[in-house]
C-alpha cells in the first residue's frame, strides 16, 4: 500500500511536470522544484525495489524453498513489462525529436551553409582576378632601370588599378620601393613571415586581412624574378579595399548565423524538458512494473512454495506431512492429491522398511559367509561382467583395487590382469559350455611363482532375461600339493635310509674283508682283478650312503638360526668368492643401498646363493660373451615389506618340460647331478617365509627370482643376537 500511494503521487508530479514542460504559464517557474521532487519519489520507489530484490536474493542463496521460482517469475514479468516500454519510450523519444525538429525552419542551415559558399565562391573569384592584374605588371617592373622609374610605375600601377598601396621588397623584407594614396604614410604596410613562407612555396599570395582603419582589405603579393643572372628575386605587394557589396555579405551572413544559433538554443531546452519528462514517466512506469510483478510472483508463489515444502519433506522420510486446502482451483486440486500420495507413500514405505529389513539379514548373513570362506569367490552376470567378490578371492588372485574392475566382462578382465588370463580363459570356456557344474584344476605363473588353483563352477538357478549367472569357488592348493609332495619324499626317504642304507655297511665290510683275505694269496692278474672289484664296490658304497645321507637331510625339517644379516654384504662376499673361478664369466652386481639388516640364517642364505651361482656358472661355459647379474631390491609387497633379489644369466636357458618341476628332488639336467640343489634351495628360502621361482628370459638365459620378507616368524627358526 505505500508503494501504490508513492506511485500515484508520482504520476501526479509528473503530470505536473509535463505540463511545466510545455511552457504553462502558470507552471514554468515550478519546473525544477517538481522535477526535483519526482527524482526524489522514484529514488525511493527505486530503493524500495532493490531491497525487495536483495531480500529475495538472499533467500535464493539461502536456498529458502519457493524463492527460485519467484525470482524467476519477477524476472519473467519485469522482462515482459521492459520490452514493450522500452519499444514505446523509443518511438516517443524519436517522434517527440522529429515533431520538436519540426518547429524549426531548418532550411535556414542549408541557406547559411549555402550563403556561405557563395561569400567563399566570390572571394576567392576576387582573388584570382586582382592576383591575374598584377601579375600582369611583372614584366614592365623586370625591365625598370632604376628607383625613379620602379616609384613612378608602382604608382602607376596603384592609380590604374585601385590599390590603396603597392611596394617593392627584398626577400629579407627591406623596402625597395612604395606608393600610397595616403601622402603622409611613410613606410608601406609591411608583410608578416605568412606572406614571406607562403611566396617561397606557392610564389604568389592573396588572401583578405583587417586593415590600418578597421576595414578588410585584400593583400596581393608576386614574386619578381630578378634582372640581372644570379641576383636574388624581389617581391611585389598590393593592397586593395574589398568592395562594399562582400563586407554587406559578409555582415548578414553572420547576423543570420547568430539568429540560427539562437534558435537552436531555444529548441534544446524545450527538447531536453519533453524528453527528461518522458523518461522519468517511463522509469516510474518500469519501477512499478517490477514492484507489481514481485509482488503478484509472492502471491502465487505462496501455494506453490508450501507444496516444496511438503514435497522436500517427504523426500527427507516424512510421510505424514498434510498440507491444507485454501483453494479449489487448479492448485487446490494438486494438494488434494499431494495429500492422497503422503498418504499412499506412508503405507507403502512400512511395507517396503519391512522387505528392507529382509533384505538386509539376508545380504549380512550371505556377506559374513563369504568373508569367512576360505576359498575365493566371484560372480558374475548373465552379460560375464563381475558382480561379486570376497577378500580370500583377492588374496589367491593377488588383485588390489579389485572394486575398480567391477562392470568388466571376463574377456576385459584377462587383457587387464594378463597375468591371470588363463584362468579368466578358464571361466569364460566354462560359460560357453552352458555346464550346471564344473570342477577343473588350473596352473598360473605369476610374480610369486607357480600357483595351482582347483577351480569350481555353478550356473545360479532362475529366469533372467539376459540369461544365467554364474559363481565360481577356487582354492589355493599349492601349499597343500607341495606339502604332499615333501611328504611323499620325506617317506621315501625315510623308506631309503632303512632300506638301503643299512644293506650298504655289510656289502662294504665283506668286500674289504674278502679284500684282506684273498688279495696277497692270488696272483699278480687276479690280484689287480680283485683289488680293483672291491675298491669299485666300496667306493660307490659311499656314493649311495652320501645320496641317501643327502635325501635323508632333505627330509628332515631345516633348523635355522637367524640373526641381523647385511643382506647387501653377503651377496657382495658371495660374489667376490666366485669371481676368481667364473672364467670368462662378466659377473656384475647391483645392489639396494635402503635394505637395511634382516633376520636371516646367514650359512643357509649363502648355501642358496652359491648354489644359484654355481648352476648358472655350469650352464655358461659353452657361451660366448657369458654374463650373470645379481641384484637386491627392496619393495612392498601384499601387506608387508619385501627384498627381491634376482640371479640372471644370457646362457641357453631351463628346459621347458623342466619348468614346471625345477625344484623337486632328483630333477636335473646335468648329467652327475643329484637333482637336490635346487629342491634344498626352495627349503632353505621355505623356512625364512620366501618364494623363489624360475623363468626363461624374452631372449636367452634363465632368471631366478627370490622373494624374502624383512620380518620372518617361523615355528622353527632359532633367534640369535649374533651379527652376521
Known amino acids: 500500500m505505500p508503494a501504490l500511494i508513492l506511485s500515484l503521487l508520482l504520476l501526479a508530479g509528473l503530470l505536473l511536470l509535463s505540463f511545466a514542460a510545455q511552457n504553462t504559464a502558470r507552471l514554468t517557474d515550478l519546473y525544477a522544484p517538481l522535477l526535483v521532487i519526482n527524482l526524489v519519489g522514484i529514488l525511493v520507489l527505486l530503493v524500495l525495489n532493490l531491497g525487495s530484490i536483495y531480500k529475495l536474493i538472499k533467500q535464493v542463496r539461502a536456498n529458502v524453498i519457493g524463492s527460485r521460482l519467484t525470482l524467476r517469475m519477477v524476472g519473467m514479468f519485469t522482462l515482459l513489462a521492459f520490452l514493450p516500454l522500452s519499444v514505446v519510450y523509443y518511438i516517443s523519444i524519436?517522434?517527440?525529436?522529429?515533431?520538436?525538429?519540426?518547429?524549426?525552419?531548418?532550411?535556414?542551415?542549408?541557406?547559411?551553409?549555402?550563403?556561405?559558399?557563395?561569400?567563399?565562391?566570390?572571394?576567392?573569384?576576387?582573388?584570382?582576378?586582382?592576383?591575374?592584374t598584377l601579375i600582369r605588371y611583372v614584366p614592365d617592373i623586370v625591365q625598370?632601370?632604376?628607383?625613379?622609374?620602379?616609384?613612378?610605375?608602382?604608382?602607376?600601377?596603384?592609380?590604374?588599378?585601385?590599390?590603396?598601396?603597392?611596394?617593392?621588397?627584398?626577400?629579407?623584407?627591406?623596402?625597395?620601393?612604395?606608393?600610397?594614396?595616403?601622402?603622409?604614410t611613410l613606410l608601406p604596410s609591411q608583410p608578416d613571415e605568412r606572406v614571406f613562407s607562403t611566396l617561397d612555396s606557392n610564389g604568389v599570395y592573396a588572401d583578405q586581412e583587417t586593415g590600418v582603419d578597421g576595414n578588410r582589405v585584400l593583400r596581393i603579393a608576386v614574386m619578381?624574378?630578378?634582372?640581372?643572372?644570379?641576383?636574388?628575386?624581389?617581391?611585389?605587394?598590393?593592397?586593395?579595399?574589398?568592395?562594399?557589396?562582400?563586407?554587406?555579405?559578409?555582415?548578414s551572413i553572420n547576423k543570420a548565423i547568430g539568429e540560427y544559433d539562437r534558435l537552436l538554443y531555444l529548441r534544446g531546452p524545450i527538447k531536453f524538458g519533453f524528453i527528461m519528462t518522458l523518461s522519468l514517466v517511463s522509469l516510474m512506469t518500469l519501477l512499478l512494473a517490477v514492484w507489481t510483478a514481485t509482488f503478484s510472483a509472492r502471491r502465487l508463489a505462496?501455494?506453490?512454495?508450501?507444496?516444496?515444502?511438503?514435497?522436500?519433506a517427504v523426500a527427507n522420510g516424512d510421510y505424514s506431512t498434510q498440507l491444507p486446502v485454501t483453494s479449489h482451483d487448479e492448485l487446490g486440486i494438486l494438494i488434494k492429491s499431494f495429500n492422497r500420495m503422503t498418504q499412499q507413500i506412508a503405507r507403502a514405505r512400512e511395507n517396503a522398511e519391512q522387505s528392507q529389513r529382509e533384505l538386509v539379514e539376508q545380504h549380512t548373513y550371505l556377506e559374513t559367509v563369504l568373508s569367512h570362506l576360505s576359498s575365493g569367490v566371484l560372480s558374475f552376470d548373465a552379460n560375464r561382467k563381475l558382480r561379486t567378490h570376497n577378500n580370500r578371492a583377492c588374496e589367491i588372485l593377488d588383485i588390489e583395487n579389485i572394486d575398480e574392475l567391477y562392470d568388466l566382462d571376463i574377456l576385459s578382465l584377462a587383457k587387464e590382469l594378463t597375468q591371470l588370463k588363463d584362468f579368466f580363459v578358464l571361466l569364460d570356456s566354462s560359460i560357453t559350455a552352458n555346464q550346471p557344474e564344473w570342477e577343473e584344476e588350473i596352473t598360473l605363473f605369476n610374480t610369486r611363482g607357480k600357483q595351482v588353483l582347483l577351480c569350481r563352477g555353478t550356473r545360479l538357478p532362475g529366469k533372467q532375461p539376459d540369461g544365467p549367472a554364474y559363481v565360481f569357488v577356487f582354492d589355493d592348493i599349492t601349499v597343500m600339493l607341495q606339502d604332499q609332495r615333501d611328504a611323499a619324499w620325506g617317506e621315501v626317504a625315510r623308506r631309503l635310509a632303512h632300506e638301503i642304507k643299512n644293506p650298504l655297511t655289510p656289502i662294504q665290510l665283506s668286500a674289504e674283508r674278502i679284500r684282506h683275505k684273498y688279495l696277497h694269496t692270488l696272483n699278480d692278474a687276479d690280484k689287480q682283478t680283485l683289488d680293483r672289484a672291491t675298491r669299485t664296490i666300496s667306493e660307490q658304497v659311499e656314493s649311495m650312503k652320501e645320496m641317501v645321507n643327502a635325501f635323508s637331510s632333505y627330509a628332515q625339517p631345516v633348523s635355522m638360526n637367524v640373526h641381523d644379516v647385511d643382506l647387501n654384504q653377503l651377496l657382495a662376499d658371495v660374489v667376490e668368492l666366485h669371481k676368481g673361478h667364473s672364467g670368462q664369466v662378466d659377473i656384475s652386481l647391483t645392489l639396494d643401498e635402503s635394505i637395511s639388516p634382516m633376520k636371516l640364517d646367514s650359512g643357509r642364505m649363502r648355501q642358496v646363493f652359491n648354489n644359484l651361482i654355481v648352476n648358472a656358472l655350469q650352464a655358461l661355459q659353452h657361451t660366448e660373451n657369458a654374463k650373470l647379474s645379481l641384484s637386491s631390491q627392496a619393495g612392498t609387497g601384499k601387506n608387508k615389506k619385501i627384498v627381491t633379489i634376482r640371479v640372471e644369466d644370457n646362457g641357453p636357458g631351463i628346459q621347458n618340460d623342466l619348468l614346471d618341476q625345477l625344484f623337486d628332488p632328483y630333477v636335473t639336467s646335468k648329467e652327475k647331478g643329484t637333482g637336490l640343489g635346487l629342491a634344498i634351495v626352495k627349503k632353505i628360502i621355505d623356512e625364512h617365509g620366501g618364494t623363489i621361482w624360475a623363468k626363461n628370459m624374452k631372449n636367452n638365459g634363465s632368471c631366478f627370482t627370490i622373494q624374502l620378507p624383512v620380518k620372518i616368524n617361523r615355528p622353527n627358526v632359532q633367534q640369535s643376537t649374533a651379527e652376521a
Do not use: C
Not at 114 to 123: E, H, I, N, P, R
Not at 157 to 179: H, P, V
Not at 224 to 248: C, D, E, Y
Not at 302 to 312: D, F, K
Open 94 to 132: 524519436q517522434f517527440l525529436s522529429h515533431g520538436i525538429d519540426s518547429w524549426f525552419d531548418v532550411r535556414i542551415e542549408q541557406a547559411m551553409s549555402d550563403a556561405t559558399l557563395l561569400g567563399q565562391v566570390s572571394l576567392k573569384s576576387l582573388k584570382e582576378g586582382q592576383l591575374d
Open 224 to 251: 619578381v624574378p630578378p634582372s640581372t643572372m644570379g641576383m636574388p628575386p624581389h617581391i611585389l605587394q598590393a593592397i586593395k579595399p574589398i568592395p562594399l557589396r562582400f563586407a554587406n555579405l559578409e555582415s
Open 302 to 312: 505462496s501455494p506453490l512454495r508450501e507444496l516444496a515444502e511438503g514435497t522436500q
Open 144 to 184: 625598370t632601370a632604376d628607383s625613379l622609374e620602379l616609384i613612378s610605375l608602382l604608382d602607376r600601377i596603384r592609380r590604374d588599378e585601385g590599390y590603396n598601396e603597392t611596394a617593392m621588397f627584398t626577400q629579407g623584407g627591406r623596402i625597395l620601393a612604395s606608393s600610397s594614396e595616403k601622402t603622409g
